[in-house]
């Protein structure tokens, strides 16, 4: 729920729709309250919980779909709690911790749904500011951050609790870029799709294990330039390094007449090519 104190619950195979009541718990008068949810794990003494990410609200909401409770857990004292939309979205990490992009918080917020306890991973060091990432997607193993106003893509790794940008600055440089990540399957690779806001064009961020990107429709991989500019050091697509991950942004522009312009945009040595509109 954003502004209304009820929860709508969706059944896709009868196609019905219900509201859950919540109003007598947390109401909706500043808007804003939840800003996505995410899906928890289940396991053989849980059914998974519903984790909604909060906003404007001063807690985690969780929700439970076997039973329809409803309870509220208090954010940590570190946080201020007055701060309007502190994370936007959020995603499933392999160690079955929920992971909330920061908006305008300057800090990952880590739900543990096990114990209900919020934790916080400071990034004030490498970014702060106003509307920085907007959607999450899992990845490998990682937390990709979607770009909103920040000029980088945002990687968090639950493993270590250790954050990492990879800066796309020469691709594109204006606020409001892009809003919600999901991960799609590319060729050979896995990477998080972007979806555009104010971007004039889809981005894909793509992993590749072998330090090498999938570049043509029959799978052929291109090595990326020798003296390509220095990621972090587990996300570096150097041909010098064949065990990093990530290999750079790919932006997507509509050409029309069923053409796309693909260029990878995060390198010097740009490589563009044409293939059949993905429908």
Not at 6 to 24: C, K, T, Y
Not at 82 to 102: D, R, T, V
Not at 139 to 153: Q, S, Y
Request: net charge negative.
């Amino acid at each position: 729920p954003s502004y209304g104190g009820v929860i709508g619950i969706f059944s896709p195979w009868n196609d019905e729709f219900e509201l859950v009541d919540i109003s007598a718990q947390i109401h909706g008068d500043d808007g804003m309250m939840f800003m996505g949810a995410v899906a928890s794990e289940s396991s053989s003494y849980d059914s998974g919980k519903i984790i909604f990410v909060p906003g404007n609200a001063h807690s985690v909401g969780v929700f439970d779909p076997f039973n329809y409770n409803f309870h509220l857990v208090d954010l940590p004292t570190e946080i201020n709690i007055a701060m309007e939309m502190k994370w936007a979205e959020g995603a499933l990490a392999p160690n079955g911790k929920i992971i909330f992009a920061p908006l305008n918080a300057d800090a990952v917020g880590v739900f543990d749904p096990v114990d209900d306890s919020l934790s916080l991973v400071d990034i004030s060091a490498k970014i702060t500011g106003e509307y920085k990432f907007m959607g999450a997607s899992t990845t490998n193993g990682k937390i990709i951050f979607a770009p909103f106003n920040a000029d980088a893509v945002g990687a968090f790794f639950p493993a270590s609790n250790t954050f990492e940008l990879f800066d796309i600055s020469a691709a594109i440089d204006w606020d409001e870029k892009y809003a919600g990540a999901v991960a799609a399957p590319y060729p050979g690779s896995i990477e998080t799709m972007f979806v555009p806001f104010n971007a004039g064009n889809l981005a894909w961020f793509i992993d590749c294990s072998t330090g090498e990107c999938p570049n043509d429709d029959d799978g052929s991989s291109t090595v990326m330039p020798t003296g390509a500019p220095t990621a972090p050091s587990h996300m570096s697509c150097s041909s010098g390094d064949p065990t990093s991950d990530s290999c750079g942004l790919i932006e997507f522009s509509d050409l029309g007449n069923g053409e796309w312009k693909i260029s990878r945009g995060s390198y010097g040595e740009n490589e563009d090519r044409k293939s059949t509109r993905l429908n």
